[in-house]
């Protein structure tokens, strides 16, 4: 069974990259273009990992995360951080919140796989 | 009476004679008796050392035996170690013969994954140049345009402080921007200053991080052919972008030609697109 990415960012740009990426390893990818947008596709698709930009429009990535880790729908639920934000205080309150890994954009894409393999179980 | 008494004397003699003769036999007895005694002491002393040199002779026999068999042993042995000694020998050549396969297989190993993270990069790249084309031409919409042109600096370039100029006259017009370069931009748009330079030159320059004048990374020119239409300046990186790379640079040639018709197009299906076909009213009315 593919397993199910749920990729989300305001760019489309990110979410091309993210799809070029991954489409290779044969996963099965649906996106979200917020935050809020992202805690609801969670809770109905079950995804088996979430890819979270941080910078969005109407719910940024650390309150969707804290939503995401409150529900027990989703709380179990890998989340990989992929941000621009790479300084110190900003990975350290993305792990605090419940993020497991993180990712900076722009996205390589060798670092990116291996992430996600990692945390889906799969040999890198 | 004179044969009587000579009788007498005769057989007294004689009775002397044989007195004498017995003690002598006694004497000569007693000796023997301790001869006998001494002879008897004297085998038996022999049988013991016979029997002591026999058991010497035994084990002097086992011993020879034992000698012999070690000599055999110790030639076998030495038979032994020279087979080993050879085995030794092509058992070394064989792990010399091994250890180099496996140094080739290694090196080949190292080969193919050179070459896999080659390819991977190359497919990142092309992904890029595919990605910001798409993006570039994937709109009518000027501000979407616009924004799609920040994105890939944003996204793929790495740096969010940059400004998006277009021509203006002899200057370059600010169309979006990031970071706080104000006093560059302002020069920009008078077409003076270092961008207003690099503009003249029209082509894509790309300097050590921040090393370039008014802090410059790179400038790519937007440019129809010989045309320049506008300009892309890129300031600083992200914190945990070092420097650009080669594929940077690809996308640099390539903004340079496609964003300045990407953004001709949408200007003109800004000004002129219900005019120019029905349906092109109906992309971005």
Redesign the interface.
């Known amino acids: 069974m593919r397993k199910k990415i749920l990729c989300v960012d305001d760019?489309?740009?990110?979410l091309?990259?993210e799809k070029?990426?991954l489409a290779k390893a044969n996963y099965e990818l649906i996106t979200a273009g917020t935050g809020r947008e992202a805690v609801e596709i969670a809770k109905r698709e079950k995804p088996d990992l979430i890819l979270l930009d941080i910078v969005m429009p109407v719910m940024d990535g650390f309150e969707a995360c804290r939503h995401l880790r409150a529900d027990e729908t989703t709380r179990n639920i890998p989340i990989i951080m992929v941000t621009?934000r790479?300084?110190a205080p900003n990975v350290e309150q993305g792990y605090l919140i419940g993020c497991n890994e993180y990712v900076?954009?722009?996205?390589?894409?060798?670092e990116l796989l291996s992430k996600v393999k990692n945390y889906l179980g799969e040999s890198v | 009476m004179k044969d009587e008494k000579h009788q007498r004397t005769y057989v007294e003699g004689l009775r002397d004679q044989t007195e004498q003769y017995a003690q002598n036999l006694l004497r000569e007895n007693e000796k023997l008796r301790a001869l006998a005694v001494a002879v008897e002491t004297e085998n038996v002393r022999l049988q013991e050392e016979v029997a002591s040199a026999r058991e010497i002779s035994d084990e002097g026999r086992a011993l020879r035996d034992r000698l012999e068999t070690a000599v055999r042993e110790k030639t076998q042995l030495l038979t032994r170690v020279d087979e080993l000694t050879a085995e030794l020998t092509g058992l070394r050549s064989d792990r010399a013969h091994v250890v180099e396969q496996l140094a080739g297989i290694e090196r080949e190993s190292r080969g193919i994954a050179e070459q896999y993270q080659t390819a991977m990069r190359q497919n990142a790249s092309l992904a890029n140049l595919y990605v910001s084309s798409y993006m570039l031409h994937s709109s009518l919409d000027r501000a979407e345009v616009l924004s799609g042109m920040a994105q890939i600096i944003i996204n793929i370039v790495g740096s969010e402080d940059y400004a998006v100029l277009e021509r203006e006259g002899e200057g370059l017009r600010v169309a979006k921007a990031s970071g706080g370069n104000a006093a560059t931009l302002q020069r920009a748009e008078n077409g003076s200053g270092p961008i207003g330079a690099l503009a003249r030159e029209a082509r894509v320059r790309v300097f050590e991080t921040g090393a370039g004048a008014d802090g410059l990374t790179a400038f790519i020119p937007l440019a129809i052919g010989d045309y320049v239409t506008g300009a892309i300046a890129i300031f600083s990186l992200l914190p945990h972008k070092p420097a650009l790379t080669e594929a940077d640079g690809e996308i640099f040639e390539m903004l340079s030609a496609h964003a300045a018709t990407a953004l001709y197009c949408a200007s003109l299906h800004q000004q002129y697109g219900r005019e120019v076909s029905p349906w092109a009213s109906t992309i971005h009315p």
């Open positions: 760019s489309n740009v990110v091309l990259m070029l990426i621009t790479s300084e900076t954009k722009p996205i390589d894409s060798i």
